[in-house]
């Protein structure tokens, strides 16, 4: 069962149910993230970017730094998905400079990526849209960086994907060949 099939939502919906007998609004996160990848997965951008939403709306409200990393982190995902750059791009830097290394490489783990190596990948493609490419090959080499170091090896093919992107669109298909090599 893979992240867009029907099943996988019917699954994220009945645990949604569950978790919600409990009344603990923060333990939702994990279902909410997993019905966000499903929905952004099939290409339903607003059911995503209101999920988003959502998750960010808990974290805050809960006041918990992690979940409120989490919670830039998909909000910034949904909003570039969505085009809206500047948006993304705020949520983006806001996950970066929150990011500890010692609190939160365990994401990789409970969301299936590390968020300084999404954050950084995503934000490298925005601020390459936005004009900024130098700046945008500094940040993808620290997402790259990062996603080695901690030998995820989902974060480290999202980084590789997401900075070879910008590569080719900056015409260096050198760089791209390398990338897709070790991607």
Known sequence: VGF???????????????????????????ILFGLWIHH?????LTRNQELAQEILGIATAAK???????????????????????????????????YRADDHQHHAYVFGQDPLA????????????HGEAAHAFTIAEKAIEQARAI???YSLALA?????????MNGDPETVAKLAGEA
Do not use: K
């Open 160 to 168: 590789l994907i997401f900075v070879a992107r910008a590569y080719q």
């Open 40 to 44: 952004g997965a099939r290409g339903e």
């Open 118 to 129: 999404a954050g950084g990948a995503y934000l490298s493609s925005a601020l390459w849209c």
């Open 4 to 30: 867009a099939d029907p099943r996988t939502r019917e699954i994220y919906e009945r645990a949604q149910v569950l978790s919600g007998v409990l009344g603990d609004a923060p333990s939702l996160i994990p």
């Open 64 to 98: 918990d730094a992690d979940l409120l990393l989490e919670g830039s982190l998909v909000v910034g995902c949904s909003s570039f998905h969505m085009g809206e750059l500047a948006n993304c791009r705020q949520h983006f830097e806001q996950v970066l400079e929150d």
């Open 151 to 153: 030998e995820h090896p």
